[in-house]
């Protein structure tokens, strides 16, 4: 009797650990991670951009607290992978009311790392998406990440500004090192938010706000002892892009479509470039004879292997390779460039930011057809004789504090600069010094 009361006994305890262990785990499931579709997510919050006296640098002002980031990372570097996961995984815990958008192929390839869901869209509608959804793209790569970031913005007006992080093979264009995340991204969350924790209603005071303007809660507000001030904002320079457009001997446009993205929209009306255009020989053994327009008028007939028109920004890249000058991304300026020309009289031209610049393919041509590139990714349609390639610049300033165009790329705050703009050439002087070895002594 005393025997099956203890196993009796027994075996209710052992049913009831095995009951226990089960709810434990099931109380403990993570939610499955998964991939929704940005069209859930809210529309964009477009900033606006202050100037300052002394500063070449506008100041990032949101109008309300971001909600919506598009991060790009560099492919084939699994320690890149790593810190993107290390980025969202601290943005998402700290900046709860903030949505993660990643490219398609990314998305598939970390979300199961994640505890929490990430959004995305079709690579057909991708462009679009991000043209309706994004308010801020964060870059963790070299110049090319950045600039297949800018890509996808090619045919919109309006770029959300660009947080970079250098973690490529160059990074001259990136301002940021990624230890520096959580205080960069900082920066441009709160940048607008005013004093305090509640700033609902940017820079009017409490004791002048009407019944209309209520004092609010704001997901500024959650994010307690973080305020920069009203005129601590992030510092933005804005890269100024070209307008590229391909058009027929008849003058009729030509729909462009990049190689590398054969589902993107074709676009008929020209698409901006950050970099440069490019018309090259590529594989024709002839050399291109390229007739070249300024401003409307005849300049010269080029015999080269090919002609690069490029932005201030891409002045580092191939046009510096090519011969061409260095120019600071502030000056308003283009660049016409050739490559190898057979003149040696052929010099690389610097001509102001204003000036609309036309390539046209002459009879002459003994090539099939010139290949056509726009920042580094050449287009489905070449250049064939009689054809044009013209290019305007992007007018940015339309009046005090009226910026519309450009890149608004995210600058790193110089702390104790010597002169009030040296935030402005800091980097780019340090690029020149660090990366580009500037002047270095042969042996050093």
Known sequence: MMKSLISQ????????????????????????????????LPP?????????????????QWPAPLRNIFVVKKDC?????????????????????????LEPKVAEEVHSSLPFPVYSAP??????????????????????????????????VNVPPMLSFS???????????????????????????????????????????????????????????KSMGLNRGARILMRNRLKVGLFTADGAPV???????????????????????LLHRGKEPHLAIVDVYVGGRFLTEAVADGMIISTPTGSTAYSLSSGGSIVHPLVPAVLLTPICARSLSFRPLVLPASTSITLRLSEKNRGRELEVSIDGVNMTQGMTAGMEARVWNEEMRHGKNEWQGGVP?????????????????????????????FNYPFGE
């Open 44 to 60: 964009r919050l477009i900033p606006s951009y202050q100037e300052s006296n002394g500063n070449d640098l506008l100041s990032l």
């Open 77 to 101: 570097a699994p320690e890149v992978t790593a810190s993107l996961i290390e980025f969202i995984s601290h943005t998402a815990s700290t900046y709860p009311s903030i949505g993660i958008i």
């Open 167 to 225: 973690m490529g093979t160059l990074g001259f264009l990136g301002e940021w090192k990624f230890a520096e995340y959580k205080r960069a991204f900082r920066e441009v969350y709160m940048s607008g938010a005013g004093v305090g924790d509640r700033a609902s209603v940017l820079g009017i005071p409490p004791s002048q706000r009407t019944e209309e303007e209520p004092e609010e809660i704001t997901g500024w507000s959650s994010v307690r002892g």
């Open 255 to 277: 729909e462009v479509v990049k190689c590398s993205e054969p589902s993107q929209e074709a676009q008929s009306e020209g698409l901006y470039v950050m970099n440069e255009l």
């Open 409 to 437: 790329c995210v600058m790193r705050r110089v702390m104790g600069g010597e002169a009030p703009d040296s935030e402005a050439h800091d980097g780019w002087v340090g690029g020149l010094n660090g990366l580009l070895k």
């Open 9 to 40: 006994a027994r075996s209710l305890r052992t049913n009831s650990i095995r009951q226990s262990s089960r709810r434990r785990n099931f109380s403990t499931t993570l939610r499955r991670p998964e991939i929704k579709n940005t069209e859930s």
């Open 123 to 156: 690579v057909d509608r991708l462009p679009s998406a991000l043209h309706s959804k994004v308010d801020l793209s964060v870059t963790l790569g070299g110049d090319g990440t950045i600039l297949h970031a800018s890509s996808l913005f090619a045919t919109c």
